[in-house]
């Protein structure tokens, strides 16, 4: 697979000794002459294979065209992959000349059989090697000190194709990239050009008395014209060459490995030649961050998806504005500046004929507010389908969040019932959430907003209060941001668009609410509900 040649040398490779794509160049006979290949595993066998049976298999572009022949299945073989066999009479391709002369000394159909199971052998192990080549690949962006654990699908043939080219510029042979594990004590080959795949398998070797690499890690660039000499052995090569340049690998001056490259003779390298591999160390870095980048923003998109989908969900559990009762309307109105809710509000008519609504923000800020919600809501929903009381309701929702958690589930809430005959509630609050009822003349305080919330404390015990809901009043809760004294509006202010909107017919509450706060930045979550009775039984309220 791998093919040396002196520095002066154009060097030209044969496409089935290939790892990566591109152009293919046939090679002259004079630089084929005097020249030795390193002969891969797969090439090897099947020189044996010549030697041993007198046939030979004509692989023009190598095992990949030979792995690409159709599969024909005969009852006699057994094996999917059939290439043609041929006796070994050309001496110039494989064979010598005892061999030739002696003929073949199995059978036509042995041969065939031998060389059908070899295919399926050489395919395999190509695969393999493409596996480890994408493995490797994926271990050397995962070495950047802020890499994850997925990669990208082409980062090995933008690995290699670096390498190639800095092989080129630097007139050498083979180049090797190691990166340093995450104690920077070993240093791991993860990718190579020129090299056989199997140096892929080979271990981690110490950084630790390699004078090639640490020299590198200060000095950027290491100049090693020869190899052989009395201190050959503390430059502690990786491969057996003649010359060397070490290049050290960094992202953000931070080391993070060496790149090696070697000619099979020695020779005396320039500063153009060390300009060049610094420039392949410094594009190889590029290439790593840019494939952390490409695993960070699929990482996110995925993640984005899921949260979409998870606010989505949220949407859909809002119930729609309606009449509940003839003259009661409920509504209410949830706005984030994050992609997901802390808070939720919900209504129904219970068993009894009152009506019920509730309203509940988590006090946490990040992700985990919405699942701290939603536990309160499957809870508020399985008490639901029972008799209670408004006390026992935020009770029984208290041990729920203190019994399905270690942490802190902080929820502030409030839940009320009202008879709609006549008007008469009751009415448990906890936490932030404040609540008044307003009218077109004035307003007055449910709740203030400044007890503890629930799940605080085990034996925690709710406030109740009753009131009662006259004609023409609404009952309107909302969230602590609504009436921050930053970014939200005064109580008089909510109260004054309260009124406003129930003196002129038509006018929807909770939107004269939102536009009262339309000045103020949206940076933390706002919410709010509603219950208004109409002036009378038979007028239909505007929300």
Known sequence: MVIFEPCTVTKTIPSYLRLHSG???????????????VIDTVSQFWKAYTDATGWRVDRPGGIDSLASKSRSITAGAGFGLMPAVLPAFDGDLIGDSETQASGPTVTRDAAQRLAAAAAELAQSLEQSQAKIRDHEAEM???????????????????????????????RCDAAGLYLLDDDTSLLKLRASYGLAPSRLFDPARPLRGSRGDLESLVQDVVLIPDLDGAMAETWCSPEPMASAIVVRVEEDDL??????????????????????????????????????MVRERRKWSLASTSIRTASQWQLRQLPPAMELAPGYLVD????????????????????????AVAMAEAAERQLDAALIGATARAAFSAHSNYRHGVGDMLSRINDSLWQTNTGDQLVSMIYARVDPDNGEGEMAYSGSIQAIIASRRGFRPLYGGDLEPLASRVDFRPQTIAFRLQPGEVLIGVTASVLDSVLGISQAQWAGATRDALGKPGTPILATIRRALASQPLEDERGGVMLLRGLSGSEAPIA
């Open 332 to 355: 209410g109105w949830t706005e984030s500046p994050l992609p997901w809710a802390r808070s939720w509000h919900t209504w129904d008519v219970l068993p009894d004929g009152t009506i």
């Open 23 to 37: 152009p293919v160049d046939e090679p002259s006979q004079n630089a084929i002459a005097g020249r030795d290949f």
């Open 140 to 170: 050397a962006a995962t070495s950047t000190p802020t890499g994850s654990a997925s990669g990208p699908s082409r980062l090995v043939e933008r690995l290699e194709r670096t390498l190639r080219i800095a092989v080129e510029a630097t």
């Open 255 to 292: 080391p993070i490995g060496t790149l090696w490259l070697w000619t099979q003779l020695p020779c005396e390298f320039d500063e153009r030649a060390a300009a060049a591999a610094k420039l392949a160390s410094i594009n190889i870095a590029t290439e790593l961050a840019r494939g952390q």
